[in-house]
C-alpha cells in the first residue's frame, strides 16, 4: 500500500460517498486509476465494504447500551447462533479476560431494556451499562508514517 491508497482511504473514511470523480481530483489521478485501486484494495480486504451510518435514536432506540456477559453457561458457538435473533445488538464481540462478550444495544425504552436483560439471563451472569454519552464514536483509521 502506497501513499496515494493511504489518502485514498483516509478521503472515503471521511466520506464514504465521495464520487470517483472528486477523489480523481482530490488524488491528480484518472477515474480509471481511483477505481483500479479502489477494487484492489476491496480485493484485498482493506476495503471492506460502504454503508450508511444511521441514528439509532432517529429510528426510535434512544436508549443505547453496553451488555457484558461473564460465566457464559454454554459454547460459545451456541451462545452467538442464539443471539443472532435479537434484533436489538448493535454489536457484539467475544473478549478475553474475566468478562467473556461485550455487547452493545439500542432499544426504544427501559422496559425493552428490561426484556433484553431477562432473554441473556439464562446464558451467564450480565452487566449492563446505560450509555450517557459517546464521545468518539466509527473513529477512522488514520495512517502515520
Known sequence: MDKLDKTLLELLQEDGRMTVSELSKRLSLSRPSISERML??????????????????????????IIQLREVKISAAEFEQRIKGFEEIIECHRVTGVISYIIKAAVTSMDELSLLVERFMPFGDVITSVILASPIVDRPLLFHE
Not at 40 to 65: H, T
Open 40 to 65: 484492489r484494495l476491496q480485493e484485498k480486504g482493506v476495503i471492506l465494504g460502504f454503508s450508511a451510518r444511521l441514528s439509532p435514536a432517529a429510528l426510535g432506540r434512544s436508549v443505547q447500551v
